[in-house]
């Protein structure tokens, strides 16, 4: 079963808000058939921790105006990569040297990608 439309609606405000920081990098992956916990993963990196904070921010306030509160927080002190678990959607933000080093988009390549509506990667 593919992602529900409200899972794909708050992957879409994420990936909008994490667009509207400058994020460096946006994906979106439909994990549906791979995990019974959530539906999306939407995979977000930056060039700086304060960047990635204010990503963050920016992302939960965004789907707080959906309606949808984090049931999880992961990862803030360090401000490298901070997992925001929505229970519809988990939204991974990274420092773009952990995205790069960890590659979640390859280990979940046997998962479809989802267009957010956002470009994929900023030029620099």
Avoid: N
């Avoid at 808000?17 to 977000?44: N, W, Y």
């Avoid at 959607?89 to 590659?103: G, L, N, P, T």
């Avoid at 979640?104 to 390549?109: A, D, P």
Wanted: aromatic share 4%.
């Amino acid at each position: 079963m593919p992602a529900t439309d409200r899972s794909l609606e708050l992957a879409k405000t994420a990936a909008v808000a994490a667009d509207d920081k400058l994020a460096t990098t946006i994906a979106g992956i439909d994990v549906s058939e791979q995990l019974a916990l959530t539906d999306v993963f939407v995979i977000v990196s930056a060039s700086t921790d304060r960047q990635v904070g204010a990503i963050v921010d920016e992302v939960e306030d965004k789907l707080r105006e959906k309606g949808a509160k984090p049931i999880r927080r992961e990862g803030e002190r360090d401000g490298r990569w901070v997992l925001l678990d929505f229970g519809d959607i988990v939204v991974h933000v990274q420092h773009d040297e952990e995205r790069d080093f960890y590659e979640l988009e390859r280990l979940w390549k046997d998962c479809p990608e989802i267009d957010l509506g956002v470009p994929k990667r900023r030029d620099a």
